[in-house]
Structure formats: structure tokens, C-alpha cells
């Protein structure tokens, strides 16, 4: 499959940022009503189902993977979804929301120490600028205070969350710089392995999720667009940007979060986190410039 351009690519970060800005909304209604890992599995367990028909015409070159990258596929479900979300869904009982944002906001700094050691793709000092303002800012957006007083148990969940989201983009970036299979299956197969693992995990450890029909609504809305869709323009635009670029643009996320909020359960938003807002979109941009004679860091 062709690298998408990389305006194009940015695009889709952007686009994918956007739908998962509303997924915080949307699990509002209904995790006060299903278990939080069981909820997390039936989202992203139903999202590799809606997958299937398309496996189904991949068959034949799913038969000829090799081993290793199942097992790099398996891998990469398991950090994300089975690891980093069930995390956060388990921390989720101790610490706010905001707390949860701030761990997503942290992630590109582990993207890229693992980006630089990893695969030998450097940013330039521009570039690395833009990451660190970013970073700052939504740091600042939601202040060290979405942290404090945590349960002890809930910051090691929350720094297993870090970990695992920083991580993620590195394992797709690899697999798709190699081109060995196409962002279908590079998104599918993950969410089959880590999707099923956290619902085998929920239904054991805290059971069936029983929810109204409204609310296998919102779960069945939550894994056709929030999961398949925006995985798969995520996956996709990785082809074209480095995975320190890409997630970056993801701090625009939890911002357009409580954007939402502010707009539809009339949560305010101070003069500072206005500026801070200001300071996450300078920086995602700084971190896309590329000059033209900059070969740094080209994918070999």
C-alpha cells in the first residue's frame, strides 16, 4: 500500500483526534452502568468483529504472515488495548478523568525516546520544540493538581498507561514502514488480540455488562467510529508520519474534550487554559515542520 502524502496524513491524525476527543462523552452514559474493563473489551472486542468481513477477503494473505509478525500483531493489541486502556480503566476508579487525559498528554514523550532508540528516526531541534510545547502546555491545561492526592496503586496503573500509549505508535510505525501487510489488517488483528484479552479479563474479574438498549447504542457507536474508524485513519497516517508526530497530534484530544464539555454540560474554561490550548496547537504544528534538505531520520 502507498505512503499517504503527508498533508493528507496529518489529516487523518487530526480527524482521529477529533473522534476520540468525544469518547469521554460518550462513556459517561454508560460506565456508571457496566463494568469499566468488560465495557473497554465489548468496545474494542466488537470493533475487530466489524473488522471480520473485510479478514475475510484478506485470507489468503493473512495464511501467508509469518510468525513473527503475528506475533509483533499480538503484541501491539496487547500493549494497547489489554495494557495501556485496561490501565487506565482500572485507575479510572480511583482518579478523574482529567488525571486520565493528563496520562495521554505525557504518552509522546516515551514516543520519543522509543522513536530515537528504537527506529533511528530523529526529529529535528525544531521539530523536538514543538513536541516539548505541546507537552507543556497540556500539562499546564490541566494542571500537576489532576494528580495529586492519587491513590499510590492508581499512579503505577496510570505510569503503565504512559508507557503502553507511548509504545503503541512505535509498534505501528514499524510495521508499517516495512509495508508486510496493509493498515486493515495492521488495525484489525491488534484489536482482535487485545480486544478479546480484556474481555476475557472483565468477564472475570468483575462480569457481564448488562446495559439498556440506548446504551449498547452508544457502545456499538463507540466501537464502529471512535474505534474502527479512527484506528484506521491513526494506523494509515502512520505510514506517512513518524509516530512522535502522530501522537503529538493526539494531544489535541482530551483539549477537544473539554471543549465539548464546555460546550454541551457548560464546564468552564479559564483565561490560562485558554493560552494553554493555544501553546498544545503551536506545538503539534512545530512538531510537522520538515525542511526539504532535512534527511534525518529517513526511513531505511
Avoid: C
Avoid at 475475510?56 to 503484541?75: N, P, T
Avoid at 503503565?160 to 516495512?178: H, K, N, Q, W
Avoid at 439498556?212 to 466501537?223: C, M
Avoid at 467510529?225 to 506517512?240: C, D, E, M, Q, S
Amino acid at each position: 500500500m502507498p505512503k499517504p502524502k503527508r498533508p493528507l496524513a496529518i489529516g487523518e491524525v487530526i480527524l482521529a483526534a477529533g473522534i476520540w476527543s468525544t469518547s469521554f462523552v460518550g462513556i459517561r452514559y454508560v460506565v456508571g452502568s457496566a463494568p469499566p474493563l468488560t465495557l473497554a473489551g465489548l468496545r474494542y472486542f466488537i470493533a475487530f468483529l466489524l473488522f471480520l468481513p473485510f479478514l475475510v477477503r484478506r485470507r489468503g494473505s493473512l495464511q501467508s504472515l509469518r510468525r513473527g509478525l503475528w506475533i509483533r500483531l499480538a503484541l501491539m493489541g496487547l500493549v494497547q488495548y489489554a495494557l495501556g486502556n485496561g490501565a487506565l480503566f482500572w485507575a479510572l476508579k480511583w482518579v478523574s478523568s482529567t488525571a486520565g487525559a493528563l496520562t495521554q498528554s505525557l504518552a509522546p514523550l516515551v514516543t520519543l525516546v522509543l522513536e530515537l532508540l528504537w527506529l533511528r528516526e530523529r526529529l529535528s531541534a525544531r521539530q523536538l520544540s514543538g513536541v516539548l510545547v505541546a507537552v507543556s502546555g497540556s500539562v499546564f491545561f490541566f494542571g500537576p493538581e489532576a494528580a495529586s492526592g492519587t491513590h499510590p496503586a492508581a499512579l503505577a496503573l496510570l505510569g503503565i498507561t504512559v508507557v503502553a500509549f507511548g509504545l503503541f505508535p512505535v509498534l505501528v510505525r514499524e510495521s508499517s514502514r516495512s509495508s508486510e501487510v496493509g493498515s486493515v489488517v495492521l488495525t484489525a488483528l491488534p484489536l482482535g488480540f487485545g480486544g478479546g484479552a480484556l474481555l476475557i479479563l472483565g468477564l472475570i474479574f468483575q462480569g457481564w455488562a448488562w446495559l439498556s438498549g440506548a446504551e449498547w447504542g452508544i457502545v456499538l457507536g463507540l466501537a464502529a467510529v471512535n474505534t474502527t474508524v479512527a484506528y484506521l485513519l491513526f494506523t494509515h497516517a502512520l505510514r506517512g508520519l513518524r509516530a512522535t508526530e502522530a501522537n503529538v497530534i493526539l494531544n489535541l484530544s482530551p483539549l477537544g474534550t473539554a471543549l465539548i464539555a464546555w460546550a454541551t454540560l457548560g464546564e468552564g474554561l479559564s483565561a490560562a487554559q485558554g493560552l494553554a490550548m493555544v501553546a498544545v496547537v503551536a506545538g503539534a504544528a512545530l512538531a510537522q515542520w520538515r525542511r526539504g534538505v532535512d534527511r534525518r531520520g529517513r526511513d531505511r
